[in-house]
C-alpha cells in the first residue's frame, strides 16, 4: 500500500538542477561543519519534495525535521515527515509524526488516510481498517479511502472485497488505471486467469507504457497456456523497460519451453546485464546451451552459476551431465558426487551415476547406485531397465530376468523390456521363451528386428538362430 500525497513528475528539469544544487551546498557545509547555509521555509518544503520524488529518502527525512523545527505548529511538514517514514518502513515513527499532524488539522484527509497505511505497516489492518471506514462513514464517496480500503483487503487475500471496490474504482478519472491493474492483481490471487488479463490490457488501454500490467499480463497468459501471446506481453514489457530482468528471465523461461532456444539464450543474456548475480539465470543459460549441444559453453555457464552458489545442486547436476556427454566421465563423477552431498536423495541423480559407473565399467558400483535410485523412486522403469541391463553384462542372468519381469509388469507396451528379456532366455538356452518375448517385442516395435539381426548372432547358434528367425518370420 503506498503512501498518498506526492505526484512523480513535479519538477522539470530545471528545477531539478537547481534542488540538486541546494543539496550539494547543503552537504558541503555540513561536511565543513559551517552553519551559515540555512534555508527558508519554501526551499526546505520543495526540497523534502524533490528528495521524496527522487527517493532520496535519508535526505527527505533530514530536511524534513529541519521544516519541522522551522514551523512546529503546522501540520504540513509532519504530515510530510510521516510519509517518508513510511516509505522508509518506518511504521512506529511514522504513526508519531502522523499523530502530530492530525493534532494540528484534524480535518485533513490525506493524513488520515496516510495513517491508516502506516498502521497496515505496523501490523494492524484492523487499526488500518477502522480508520478508512471511519472516513467512508463521513465521506462514503472518499475515493482515496476507498482505494485504500480496497488495498488492505486485497493486501490481506480478501480479494472478493478488494474486486467490489476495485470494479467501483475503475470508473473513477483519478484511480482508473490502478484500479484496473490492481483488479488484474486480485483476480490472479483468485486464479480466474481470463478476468485477470482483461483487468491489465484494460490498465494498458489507459497506459500504455506501464511495463509492469505487460509483465503481470504475461505471467496469466502462460499460466493459462496462452504462451506466443504471453513472449510478446514480455516483449513490450522490456522494450519499455530494457533492463528489466525478471521479464527477460521469464521470457528466456518461456521461449526454453516452446523449444525457441536461442531466443532464451538471448532473453538470460539481456537478464545477466541488469543481474549478473542471479544463480538461476545463470543455470537456466547453460541449460539452454546443453540442449544446444554446446557442452563446453554450458559447462562454462554451470560454473559460473556454482561460484555464485557452491551449493546450487542442480548446477552440479547439470555440468555432470554435460561432462558425461563428452565422455569426461572422472569429472562428471565428481560433480554427481559433489550434488550427492548436497542432496542424496534424489532418484535421477543416484541413475545417472551408475550410468557413469557402467561407462567406466564399474559394474558393482554402479548396481548398488542403480538399488539406491529405485529405492528412493522404484516406480522409475528407466532406471529398473538400465538396472536389468547391467545385470545382464554382469552375467547375473537370473536376477536379470526378475528385473526385467517387473519392467514389463510397469510397462507392457514397452518393447526394450520384453526385447531384453529375451535375449537374456536366449542365453539361458530357454527357446519358448525367448521366441515368446521376440514376438512380443516385434509386435510393439517392427524395427526391433534390425536389433535382433545384430544382436542375436553373438547370443545363439547358427541353428537356433534359424530357429528363432522362422519363429517371427510372420511378423
Same mark, same amino acid.
Given at each position: 500500500m503506498s503512501i498518498s500525497g506526492y505526484d512523480d513528475g513535479y519538477f522539470d528539469e530545471n528545477n531539478k538542477?537547481?534542488? *540538486?544544487? %541546494?543539496?550539494?551546498?547543503?552537504?558541503? =557545509?555540513?561536511? &565543513?561543519g559551517r552553519d551559515e547555509w540555512a534555508p527558508d521555509v519554501h526551499t526546505?518544503?520543495?526540497?523534502?519534495?524533490?528528495?521524496?520524488?527522487?527517493?532520496?529518502?535519508?535526505?527527505?527525512? *533530514?530536511? %524534513?525535521?529541519?521544516?519541522?523545527?522551522? =514551523?512546529?505548529? &503546522?501540520?504540513?511538514p509532519w504530515h510530510r515527515k510521516g510519509m517518508i517514514l513510511s516509505s522508509m518502513n518506518h511504521a512506529d515513527e511514522a504513526l508519531k509524526a502522523f499523530d502530530r499532524a492530525l493534532a494540528l488539522d484534524p480535518t485533513d484527509t490525506e493524513i488520515m488516510i496516510n495513517r491508516g497505511i502506516a498502521l497496515d505497516q505496523s501490523g494492524d489492518p484492523d487499526g488500518a481498517l477502522a480508520v478508512f471506514n471511519e472516513m467512508l462513514d463521513r465521506d462514503?464517496?472518499?475515493?482515496?479511502?476507498?482505494f485504500s480500503k480496497a488495498v488492505l483487503f486485497e493486501r490481506?487475500?480478501?480479494?472478493?472485497?478488494?474486486?467490489?471496490l476495485f470494479r467501483f474504482l475503475t470508473a473513477s478519472e483519478k484511480f482508473s488505471k490502478e484500479a484496473w491493474y490492481e483488479l488484474g492483481c486480485c483476480y490472479d490471487g483468485l486464479h480466474e486467469f481470463e478476468k485477470a488479463a482483461d483487468a491489465y490490457e484494460k490498465c494498458i488501454d489507459e497506459e500504455p507504457f506501464n511495463h509492469n500490467a505487460w509483465f503481470n499480463r504475461a505471467v496469466v497468459l502462460s499460466r493459462m497456456g496462452v504462451i506466443e501471446t504471453a513472449i510478446d506481453c514480455y516483449d513490450m514489457a522490456v522494450a519499455i523497460k530494457d533492463d528489466f530482468s525478471t521479464a527477460w528471465y521469464n521470457r528466456g523461461n518461456l521461449c526454453a519451453m516452446i523449444g525457441r532456444h536461442i531466443e532464451a539464450i538471448d532473453s538470460y543474456r539481456n537478464a545477466l546485464k541488469s543481474e549478473p548475480m542471479d544463480v538461476l539465470t545463470w543455470h537456466n543459460l547453460a541449460s539452454m546451451y546443453e540442449e544446444q549441444g554446446?557442452?563446453?559453453?554450458?559447462?562454462?555457464?554451470?560454473?559460473?552459476?556454482?561460484?555464485?552458489?557452491?551449493?546450487?545442486?542442480?548446477?552440479?547436476?547439470?555440468?555432470?551431465?554435460?561432462?558425461?556427454a563428452l565422455e569426461k566421465y572422472d569429472h562428471a563423477l565428481k560433480d554427481y558426487d559433489r550434488a550427492?552431498?548436497?542432496?542424496?536423495?534424489?532418484?535421477?541423480?543416484w541413475h545417472a551415476k551408475a550410468d557413469i559407473l557402467c561407462s567406466m565399467d564399474n559394474y558393482d558400483e554402479a548396481l548398488e547406485c542403480y538399488r539406491t535410485a529405485l529405492k528412493i523412486s522404484p516406480e522409475n522403469v528407466e532406471c529398473r531397465f538400465d538396472y536389468g541391463v547391467t545385470l545382464y553384462e554382469s552375467d547375473m542372468l537370473t536376477e536379470a530376468v526378475r528385473i526385467f519381469k517387473e519392467v514389463i509388469a510397469q510397462s507392457p507396451e514397452w518393447s526394450d523390456g520384453h526385447y531384453a528379456i529375451a535375449k537374456v532366455y536366449a542365453l539361458k538356452n530357454d527357446m519358448g521363451r525367448t521366441i515368446e518375448h521376440l514376438r512380443e517385442a516385434l509386435e510393439l516395435e517392427p524395427g526391433k528386428r534390425e536389433d535382433f539381426d545384430a544382436d542375436f548372432p553373438e547370443l545363439v547358434s547358427s541353428r537356433k538362430l534359424k530357429v528363432l528367425r522362422e519363429a517371427i518370420e510372420d511378423l
Open positions: 538542477t537547481n534542488m *540538486e544544487d %541546494a543539496l550539494r551546498r547543503f552537504r558541503e =557545509a555540513k561536511h &565543513s526546505l518544503e520543495n526540497l523534502v519534495q524533490y528528495c521524496f520524488e527522487a527517493q532520496k529518502f535519508d535526505d527527505a527525512l *533530514e530536511f %524534513a525535521s529541519m521544516w519541522t523545527e522551522q =514551523a512546529p505548529y &503546522s501540520a504540513d462514503p464517496e472518499n475515493e482515496e479511502a476507498l490481506t487475500g480478501e480479494y472478493r472485497e478488494a474486486v467490489k554446446d557442452y563446453m559453453q554450458a559447462i562454462e555457464c554451470f560454473t559460473q552459476a556454482i561460484k555464485l552458489n557452491s551449493r546450487h545442486y542442480d548446477s552440479f547436476f547439470g555440468r555432470g551431465a554435460c561432462y558425461d550427492l552431498e548436497i542432496d542424496s536423495y534424489q532418484s535421477d541423480l
